[in-house]
């Protein structure tokens, strides 16, 4: 989540992808947790100070944390990161722009791993973390070359004119992969389908320009 460590594993780091050391904060605002299905995508975003301004009911039902009490806690009350690590640890989340991975949850038949991805600066001073159950791999197809191209300028904020112009393809067709990238990610919008892209790896940070 919003930091090096997942919920519910104290001093666990976790998994970063290839490039994880640019800082993608903005060109990643396509990723707005407004713009989420609420009741299927839990969300939090945390200001400067670590501490969590919103968060959604998906994102408090998963963490077992009532609204009001969240609201208002520091991001290391539900990480676990060790008080020594703690400023580290934030400003290394900071210059990275990007932390993805899974963390396992606490749940009655016991703790199960959820992808997340957490992004630094989606607005000045907000900082988004989004995670999500993984689907079965039966129930989503890997994007082709082409609609992973499309889908990584998406991620960076690129409309769908500027894609073609970036490719030398037509908008009409830019749609059609995207279209065709919502389909076999099981996408509803957009900002869905570049948030299933990163966290089942079908683009890599290093790819969103």
Do not use: K
């Not at 993608?24 to 407004?34: A, F, M, R, T």
């Not at 009741?39 to 939090?44: E, K, L, M, W």
């Not at 400023?87 to 989340?93: E, L, N, S, V």
């Not at 791999?137 to 004119?161: F, H, I, K, N, Y």
Request: hydrophobic residues 40%; glycine residues 10%.
């Amino acid at each position: 989540m919003l930091g090096p460590y997942p919920a519910g594993a104290p001093g666990t780091p976790a998994t970063l992808p290839r490039g994880h050391a640019a800082r993608y904060g903005q060109p990643l605002s396509v990723i707005e947790p407004s713009l989420i299905d609420a009741g299927s995508v839990a969300v939090v975003v945390a200001d400067d100070d670590r501490r969590y301004v919103r968060a959604n009911a998906a994102a408090c039902d998963l963490l077992g944390v009532a609204h009001d009490d969240l609201i208002g806690m520091r991001v290391e009350q539900i990480t676990g990161t060790p008080p020594d690590r703690v400023d580290d640890a934030w400003q290394d989340f900071r210059r990275a722009g990007v932390l993805a991975g899974s963390f396992p949850v606490r749940s009655p038949v016991g703790a199960r791993n959820v992808p997340f991805v957490s992004i630094a600066d989606v607005t000045p001073g907000r900082h988004v973390a989004i995670f999500m159950p993984g689907r079965d791999d039966g129930e989503w197809q890997p994007l082709s070359r082409r609609e992973r191209e499309v889908v990584a300028l998406v991620a960076g904020g690129a409309t769908g004119r500027e894609v073609g112009e970036r490719l030398s393809v037509t908008a009409a067709t830019v749609e059609t992969h995207i279209r065709n990238a919502m389909r076999r990610l099981g996408a509803r919008n957009r900002q869905h389908l570049v948030t299933l892209a990163i966290l089942r790896h079908e683009i890599e940070l290093d790819d969103v320009v």
